[in-house]
């Protein structure tokens, strides 16, 4: 019986056909399935079925492109079924120009379905029976997989069975080379190097042009493992491997690895990001280094290091992930929280306010939200509050909602923590147009601005020295020595005299206190009665008495 996949972004479609289709009678038997198509890859790699049966048109990476990558990649003669919408008619029977076998029409028919099958299976058959299957294209790398990805549900090789395996494989590179032709040898990596190191690159490829670029990309890899003597370029999923001997011992090492592949690669890629596992002393333990190396890859988010993960950076990244009580931490480190503490900063355009929220964030962020998604919508969260409570000050608040809104939708765009972060300074600094407060005197002036528009709010000096990076009580000192009134005796005077304004207009007395920033009514009538010498209510009658003034 052979084995099929089935890869559609539509959960319904992939449980469907794995359940209306008698596929053992057809001759298959499902092994796994895929909802895109960088998963269907990965599961392609540790399956290789005969026959994938693949949704056209998908998000991300399309069906066309998985058939590329496919072929690409592997030697035998896989076989493919595209499913397209009415829509796509047209689009998937041009599909029949790469190679696919047949194309069929969503909602799938169940006789029509059967039919395709079994003339697949009869192709296969044929193709086995005159040998077409089953030649190594690339028996160093079929091999090297073999160790890493056993087929699922069997055991892999025993130690003697590889030895083996690797022996019949130097010796088919012996034939290979010996062909005579103008002297030339098939460059195949020695592998008793004494030790191994596996290494995976993530190439990040726009998607235009993506499968010329990609395999530009890896025939450059490849071509540089053979200028050097040594190497292997494998598949692992959506990422690419290289086996090599042990090559990154120091963080020089790792600096200077990625800047000579971005160089090499430069042409086909926008970006690398790269890990490496630990070095092992034999090569059946290269699986261990390969997870490693995987484990490092997944929390490419949180490094920022411009250089090749090293397993020394495992522990550090996997303690952020685990982070610390994230239920006690939730609390200080709310979104809600830096919005205010951003909002205060644009606010008094003081750029070096928002640098220290936006980099407290990102250190305290990956403690808390810990996944990728969450830590994005966390900074997406702080980011829109910021912005809202910002335009709502402003005379033209939709013009700076469209303008700065991009702060918020590139959160998603970004690979890394770090790019999220220094990109988002950039445009928080551009839009401040500022990164220094400049000297005491410009502070106190920002102080005493913000004190007179935002005498309203919860205004506390504790927060006003942390936007301008002081110590609370040096702040005050510096407040008091420039208005001659200490930062609380100065808030309530501003407040008590909008409060004259309002009483004077005759509101009630406890909607004037909670106008003015006091939430409560008697803590609000004792401090009028201290500024005024009268209380609120008597104050505003007397006004009212003589007709709008209050007679002073």
Known sequence: MYKAMIVDDEPAIREGLSSIIDWGDCGFRIVDTAGNG??????????????????????????????????????????????????????????????????????????????????????????????????????????IEALLFPVHGEQAPDDV??????????????????????????????????SYQVILLDLRIPDWDRQARQSASKQRLTEMCREQGRGIVFEAGIYTGLLLPATLKTEEDAVQLLASWRQE????????????????????????????????????????AERVMLPGDLHELETVDAGMDALNDRAADDPIRYAEKLYYALDMANGEAATRVIKEMEARFPRVYRTESAIKAAFAQT????????????????????????????????????????????HVLKWIGQTDTGGKEIIMKQMIDFIHSHYDGNLRLELLADMFNYNSGYLGK?????????????????????????????????????????????????????????????????VQKNGGTDGS
């Open 383 to 426: 980011f829109t509050l910021a912005l809202n409570k910002y335009a709502a000050g402003q005379e033209h608040s939709r013009a700076v909602l469209e303008e700065h809104s991009s702060l918020i939708t590139d959160v998603y765009a970004y690979s890394t923590l770090c790019e999220l972060v220094d990109h988002s300074l950039e």
């Open 161 to 194: 069975e590889r030895s083996n395996s690797l022996h019949r494989a130097s010796k088919e590179a012996e034939h290979q080379s010996g062909d005579g032709k103008h002297g030339q040898q098939l460059a195949l990596p020695a592998l008793d190097w004494g």
């Open 38 to 143: 960088r998963e269907a890859l990965e599961k392609f790699g540790e399956h290789r079925p005969e026959l994938v049966i693949v949704d056209i048109r998908m998000p991300g990476m399309s069906g066309l492109e998985v058939i590329r990558s496919i072929r690409e990649m592997n030697g035998e003669p896989f076989h493919f079924l595209i499913l397209s919408g009415y829509a796509d008619f047209d689009y998937a029977r041009q599909a029949m120009g790469f190679g696919v076998d047949g194309y069929l029409l969503k909602p799938v028919d169940e006789e029509e379905m059967t039919t395709e099958l079994k003339r697949v299976r009869q192709s296969i058959e044929d193709e086995k029976e005159d040998g077409k299957w089953g030649s190594p294209p690339s028996y160093e790398r079929d091999w």
């Open 478 to 542: 510096l407040f008091k020595s420039y208005t001659g009134e200490a930062f609380n005796a100065y808030l309530d005077k501003v407040r008590i005299e909008r409060a004259r304004e309002l009483l004077a207009q005759g509101i009630k007395v406890h909607q004037v206190a909670g106008r003015v920033g006091y939430a409560n009514a008697d803590y609000f009538h004792s401090k009028f009665k201290k500024y005024a010498g009268m209380s609120p209510s008597s104050y505003r009658n007397r």
């Open 265 to 304: 690669l430069q042409p086909w890629v926008t970006e690398i990001y790269v890990a490496a596992g630990d070095p092992v002393d034999i090569l059946n333990d290269i699986a261990r280094s390969f997870e490693q190396a995987l484990r490092l890859l997944e929390r490419t988010f949180l490094f920022r």
